[in-house]
């Protein structure tokens, strides 16, 4: 039986672009190319266009990262879709995620962007968290996360124990 998909969804470029410095950075760095091209086209020629060239390079290698992975919600599982060539499949079962996190700056938080933060005792965050940077509505999708993880660990039966070592 195949699970219904609830959510799919990238690291957004354009999100990258108007919800941080960078993405702004390289929106101005852009700018000053064509302009500069402009103004100055009889003394520079369109030497300053290589701006706009820098600015358009750096969007597209954004691009082609954000195109790397891809995060799938189902009601049972997270699933992480990862390369372009090379490819591999991971999953989380919902019922084993112990926290979701937002991180987001105020430039994020004004565009809905954030980076949502999976923590689980799954083998896929063995060496530290999952990390899905630069995720549009960021707020919403880890508000649905933490009900989906509620909800499978209802039904499979699930409690999560926090274990302290005293040291004295």
């Known amino acids: 039986m195949t699970e219904a998909r609830l959510d799919s969804f990238r690291s957004s470029t354009l999100g990258w672009l108007r919800g941080t410095l960078a993405g702004w950075g390289a929106i101005m760095i852009g700018l000053a190319g ?3 091209t402009l103004l100055y086209m009889r ?3 369109f030497y300053p266009l290589a ?3 820098a600015a358009l390079a750096i969007v597209a290698v954004k691009w082609v990262q954000n195109l790397a992975a891809t995060y799938e919600v189902t009601e049972e599982r997270l699933i992480v879709r990862r390369g372009i060539i090379f490819k591999s499949i991971d999953e989380i079962e919902m019922y084993r995620v112990k926290d979701v996190r937002l991180d987001f700056t105020l430039l994020n938080e004004w565009t809905g962007i954030g980076t949502l933060g999976v ?3 799954d083998e896929t965050t063995r060496g530290g968290d999952l990390v ?3 995720v549009e509505r960021a ?4 508000e649905r996360l933490r009900r989906l993880v509620d909800t499978a660990r209802q039904r499979r039966g699930v409690r999560e124990l926090d274990m302290a070592h005293d040291h004295y």
């Open 34 to 36: 064509v302009i500069l």
């Open 43 to 45: 003394d520079w020629g």
């Open 51 to 53: 701006l706009t060239a």
């Open 119 to 121: 923590s689980s005792s």
């Open 132 to 134: 899905m940077p630069l």
């Open 139 to 142: 707020l919403e999708r880890r």
